[in-house]
């Protein structure tokens, strides 16, 4: 079993949708999460990240921990075809500072 | 642009020849990461530094891959006698000391033929 489990989709929403991405983990020793968003042939590039179970909210995008059941969430509202990228999860560290990736869910936002 | 880059952004070589990537990472950075991610992958950890120190090499870290951060500023990555499984995109990122948050580069797409 990976460290780290995710759907890679693809996920196909109409524009103007809620977008729930989910994420889970094996390793209860990672203490911080993070989620990336990476368009085709680009890096990757931060959106979220949290600490603590709950939930974080920053404009269109919040992220959801619960630590108790090692589950990731990242909720997209009012979703746009520019938010048509795939959503990457990392929990982390892992021995050192390395972040541990799902392999990200592709998401598609239709006009 | 005082983001993390990299050069050069794409690579294609033959297999059995040395290729050597850059990654300059944001000014004040010092830590500095490679990862590597191949298709419908998230980014796999390779290796690290603290300022110019290498703290961390992953399994995959094979002999044939050297990285070093001489002065602690930019980092190279190279990768010797490269098979056609080196195919890959090649991310660099940089973080703060105390600061947990990575900060990735647009990455070096490699194709070994």
């Known amino acids: 079993q990976k460290e780290v489990e995710q759907d890679p989709g693809p996920l196909s929403v109409p524009e103007g949708a809620i977008v729930s991405l989910n994420c889970t983990y094996s390793?209860?020793?990672?203490?911080?999460f993070m989620w990336y968003r990476q368009y085709s042939r680009k890096g990757p590039e931060l959106l979220m990240y949290?600490?603590?179970?709950g939930n974080k909210e920053d404009g269109r995008f919040t992220a959801q921990v619960d630590k108790s059941s090692k589950y990731i969430s990242l909720f997209i509202r009012d979703s746009q075809p520019s938010d048509s990228a795939t959503y990457l999860c990392?929990?982390?560290?892992?021995?050192?500072?390395?972040?541990?990736f799902g392999k990200g869910t592709s998401l598609l936002v239709t006009p | 642009d005082t983001g993390v880059s990299q050069n050069p952004r794409h690579k294609i070589t033959k297999r059995g020849q040395n290729v050597t990537f850059r990654c300059d990472p944001i000014s004040e950075h010092n830590r500095l990461y490679w990862y590597r991610q191949t298709l419908g992958q998230g980014p796999e950890f390779l290796t690290y530094f603290q300022n110019e120190a290498q703290l961390e090499k992953s399994r995959l870290l094979s002999d044939r891959f050297s990285a070093e951060r001489p002065k602690g500023s930019f980092s190279t990555l190279e990768i010797q006698r490269t098979e056609q499984g080196d195919s890959a995109m090649y991310l660099c990122?940089?973080?703060?000391?105390?600061?947990?948050?990575?900060?990735f580069g647009p990455g070096t797409r490699l194709l070994v033929l």
């Open positions: 949290t600490y603590s179970s």
């Open positions: 990122a940089s973080s703060l000391v105390g600061e947990e948050t990575q900060y």
């Open positions: 390793n209860s020793a990672f203490q911080y």
């Open positions: 990392a929990p982390g560290p892992n021995s050192g500072y390395a972040l541990n």
